[in-house]
């Protein structure tokens, strides 16, 4: 992956500036590495989703059904009847602007569209022209437009640059969420066929293998059999790999990149050295051996679908209870979708730590308790032994990845963990953390070769503000807690920030823990010798 | 384009209203029929704008956190700007109402050397809002003057408070200074500022000119051109109570004109982007406690997601061979077994 123009160049495009032109009349320019690919036929039709073929966004012809325009305004009515969301969204927004400079790909590429208020504006037009009065007596003065072939293309241009971050709804005085419009908008172009194939590929293996990648069932087990012979090697002890263990009190769901991508495989390390230290029952799944969902990336049907196969799973494996691993856009569905979606799952038990004893009382209805909740309890109650110096090589500061921090509220809970397993931690400044958070610029489906330079844009203010601890502060180390921050901020850190590493909190823990009869060691879980301790 | 229409547009109410006022014939409609029906579609369309949102479920529970949840024990929650319960959700949406909780974050993001980002707090459209919206607020209230016999008990209030400076004959109020100051700001912004200006349609415009209008007639008939308050309320009293009487004498063209504008604002609020004021209420990112792992939400329409999910058993059905070969449970020989 590359870009060739360096970032100080990059930056120099940026304008905040609107052309004279009124955006109605501005038709939109498919530059190169700033959108995705079309979906791949053969995954759409192994998941049945409609008007499956070879395309491009750049062809002339998207060979769409020809009664295209029907197809998307039945989808539309149909929508705004059941998403009281999406009738009141498309109502109520007054144009404040106070959205305007909050999304990281305006800041980052000064494109009035990517303002969230413009981007919603498109299905706005769309609406006005064809379910308001206003909109069908006098097009023109109440910024109304008909649903034509150009104004399609501008949907998939700039509904695929927003990554449902939801940062804009923080600031909206009214909550608008350009994350659900942007939902609503891809559900309504799949009608059609139009999506990318980083996000139906990825759906179409998971319905399919279980997981995203297409990995199979004893290829998972390879791979977490290979992380113990790993796990051995650094600590010298041999920890269960338990998969489709029927019985286990709790069911460990995971992102499938955990398994597979670096540096995700070292958190991936970190779980396992916690769970064996505390004697934890658990078991992996092969058939739910992904917890994330690109499935909410693309509509809620697909996001139901592939969610159903956690509670499956749950239920034939006869666990208890279930921890969901580290990954943001998995908590957006674990969170705020997986009980509506597949609930009730009344034949689960109300969480409770066998450690602790603790019970996990905010997860009552749905039984799924964030990995960061139950190790921030052990730490709590004193029962994992930590030595913080083992992540003294490490200055970190904290990524709150946007859907853990927008759609829940889980702030706390990792950096009472960082407190407790590392001495350097420097928080990046206030109105780029917590709720304020910017996204990684690469979620949603986003983090492609071909739309890199959208990337490296929508990160820039993520970037930045890394940049600011790591020349101030001497931060080496962004930690966070999301599956698609750990693939996609290395290289965006990279073109901003070179130096600076991506770590899961888990690994960090995985340092710091003092498992029983370990022999010394002499590495992190990365291989990185040991910051020796300070020999007199 | 869009302040230009915006602006026709209040050129051609002007010239109504004055034709309303100076045409005999007309008094009567405009005093009197016009009021009422700009009531009734105020009070209708508003009703019909709830009716159609309420219809639309809300599907899934979406709120937007703010802060901290409710999790651990030993962690503090944020309950207000990430409420659990009905009472903290009573609490956010009371600050978003009453003081524009959510705006007052704003910030402006601006890119300089080197290169560094940087979000200064940028709190003048909050100030200038809530400075329109609450001295709309008063100035709306005040008017029950005019509107019931005997006054209300918090108008005297509001109109010793109000008027507090003193100064002046008759005595100046705050917010009628501060709603054209509030006004000023919030339009002139639209005009200048060049990213809101592009975001802008003439249905932004417009209500702020109209909203002027209103504000300008009435401070002219208060502080310049007086108008027979008596008959006013007469008027007013008469409306409300069904039994309408006109009186010419009195009236003034500057009281026909404020009160057309009046009618033309009541008239197409439920049309326009004025109905976030029930809307606000009705925001789903908002108006929901994060109680999403503590309580189901239901979706009336789940059943309607009609994909059939993959199942175990077409997965180990596919997949038997290689884990069998890998040495994983299979469902299928256990059953077998027992
Ligand atoms: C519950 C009551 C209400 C709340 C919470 C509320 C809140 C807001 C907020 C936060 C804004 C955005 C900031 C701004 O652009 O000024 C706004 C804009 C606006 N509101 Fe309200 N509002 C309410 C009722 C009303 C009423 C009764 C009117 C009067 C007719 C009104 C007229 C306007 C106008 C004209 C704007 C647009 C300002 C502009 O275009 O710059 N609002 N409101
Ligand atoms: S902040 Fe909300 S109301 Fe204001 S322009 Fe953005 S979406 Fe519209
Ligand atoms: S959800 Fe995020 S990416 Fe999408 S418009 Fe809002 S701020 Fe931008």
């Known amino acids: ?536 | 384009m869009g302040i230009w229409f915006s602006l026709v547009a209040l050129a051609a109410l002007t010239l109504l209203g004055l034709i309303g006022a100076n045409v005999p014939g007309l008094n009567y409609v405009f005093a009197v029929i016009i009021p009422y029906i700009a009531i009734t579609v105020f009070i209708v369309g508003i009703i019909v704008r709830i009716v159609i949102w309420a219809r639309s479920p809300v599907p899934f529970r979406i709120p937007t956190t703010g802060g901290q949840q409710k999790s651990l024990s030993f962690i503090k929650q944020n309950r207000l700007d990430n409420p659990s319960s009905y009472l903290g959700v009573l609490g956010r949406m009371a600050l978003e109402v009453l003081f524009f909780r959510s705006l007052f974050r704003n910030t402006k993001a601006e890119l300089k050397e080197g290169p560094n980002l940087t979000y200064g707090a940028n709190k003048w459209l909050w100030l200038f809002s809530l400075a329109f919206h609450w001295s709309f607020l008063i100035i709306f209230l005040r008017h029950f003057r005019f509107f019931t016999q005997p006054i209300p008990f918090f108008v005297p209030y509001l109109q010793e408070i109000d008027g507090f400076f003193q100064i002046w004959v008759p005595i100046i109020y705050i917010t009628d200074c501060v709603i054209v100051a509030a006004l000023s700001y919030l339009f002139f912004r639209r005009v200048f500022d060049s990213k809101i200006r592009y975001i802008s349609l003439p249905s932004d415009y417009f209500p702020l000119l109209l909203i002027s209008g209103i504000a300008i007639t009435g401070i002219l008939m208060r502080y310049f051109f007086k108008t027979d308050l008596v008959a006013v309320k007469e008027l007013m009293l008469g409306i409300l109570s069904f039994s309408p009487s006109v009186h010419a004498v009195g009236l003034s063209s500057w009281f026909y004109l404020h009160l057309f504008f009046v009618c033309s604002l009541l008239i197409y609020f439920p049309m326009s982007k004025l109905v976030h004021l029930t809307g606000i209420f009705m925001s789903p990112t908002r108006n929901l406690a994060n109680t999403n792992r503590m309580v189901r939400h239901v979706n009336p329409w789940i059943d309607e997601l009609k994909m059939k999910p993959h199942t175990y058993e077409e997965y180990e059905d596919e997949f038997r061979t290689v884990m069998k070969g890998a040495g994983m449970p299979l469902d299928k020989e256990e059953s077998h077994v027992s």
Not at chain 1, 154 to 164: I, L, S
Not at chain 1, 299 to 323: D, G, P, T
Not at chain 1, 440 to 450: D, F, M, N, V, Y
Request: charged content about 25%; some cysteine; aromatic content about 12%.
């Open chain 1, 1 to 536: 992956m590359s870009l060739k123009m360096k970032p100080e160049e990059l930056a120099q495009t940026i304008s905040y500036k609107p052309p004279k032109k009124h955006w109605i009349d501005n038709p939109v320019e498919y530059k190169k590495g700033t959108y995705n690919y079309g979906g791949n036929p053969e995954s759409l039709k192994y998941v049945h989703q409609p008007n499956p073929r070879k395309w491009q966004p750049y062809d002339e012809d998207w060979k769409l059904p020809e009664n295209w325009k029907e197809i998307i305004l039945e989808g539309f009515r149909e929508r705004i009847d059941k998403f009281r969301s999406l009738k009141l969204f498309m109502d109520i927004c007054v144009r404040c602007g106070a959205c305007a400079d909050k999304c990281h790909f305006f800041i980052g590429s000064g494109d009035p569209k990517n303002m969230p208020v413009l981007r919603a504006e498109l299905l706005r037009a769309v609406y006005r022209k064809e379910f308001t009065l206003a909109g069908k007596l006098m097009a023109g003065m109440a910024g109304a437009t008909e649903l034509t072939f150009d104004v399609l293309k501008e949907w998939f241009y700039y509904f695929y640059q927003c990554t449902q971050c939801r940062r804009c709804s923080v600031f909206c005085p009214y909550g608008i969420d350009t994350a659900e419009i942007t939902f609503l908008a891809r559900e309504l172009m799949n009608l059609i066929g139009v999506n990318i194939d980083w996000v139906m590929t990825p759906v179409s293996n998971c319905h399919r293998t279980g997981n995203h990648l297409g990995i199979q069932p004893h290829g998972f087990k390879d791979s977490i059999e290979f992380a113990a012979d790993d796990l051995e090697d650094l600590t010298g002890i041999r920890v269960e790999t338990p998969i489709n263990k029927k019985g286990a009190e709790i069911l460990f769901v995971i992102p499938s990149a955990d398994y597979f991508g670096e540096p995700h495989y070292f958190t991936l390390l970190g779980y396992m050295a916690l769970f064996h230290e505390i004697g934890l029952d658990f078991t992996f799944s092969s058939f739910a051996s992904e917890g994330g969902n690109f499935g909410s990336f693309v509509s809620h049907e697909l996001m139901k679908a592939l969610n159903a196969k956690i509670y499956a799973e749950a239920k034939r494996l006869k666990v208890k209870w279930i921890i969901g691993g580290e990954c943001g856009h998995m908590w957006r569905v674990l969170h705020q979708y997986m009980d509506t979606l597949n609930g009730p799952a009344d034949f689960l038990e109300v969480p409770k730590s066998p450690i602790t004893g603790t019970v996990f009382e905010n997860t009552r209805s749905t039984k799924m308790v964030h990995i960061t909740e139950f190790t921030a309890d052990l730490i709590k109650n004193n029962k994992i032994k930590l030595d913080k110096s083992r992540n003294n090589h490490w200055n970190a500061t904290f990524h709150d990845s946007c859907n853990p921090a927008r759609a829940m509220g889980l702030f706390e809970e990792p950096r009472y963990i960082l407190e407790n397993v590392l001495n350097n931690f420097t928080e990046m400044p206030d109105n780029t953390i917590r709720e304020q958070t910017f996204c990684c610029g690469s979620g949603a489906g986003l983090g492609t070769e071909e739309n890199f330079e959208m990337r490296m844009r929508g990160g820039f203010p993520r970037a930045n503000a890394v940049k600011y601890v790591a020349e101030n502060n001497g931060v080496n180390l962004l930690t966070c807690i999301c599956a698609i921050d750990k693939a996609t901020l290395p290289p965006l850190l990279q073109y901003w920030v070179p130096g600076v590493e991506v770590a899961g909190i888990h690994e960090l823990v995985g340092n710091a823990l003092v498992m029983k009869g370990e022999k010394e060691r002499m590495t992190d879980l990365r291989n990185n010798p040991l910051p020796r301790k300070e020999v007199l």
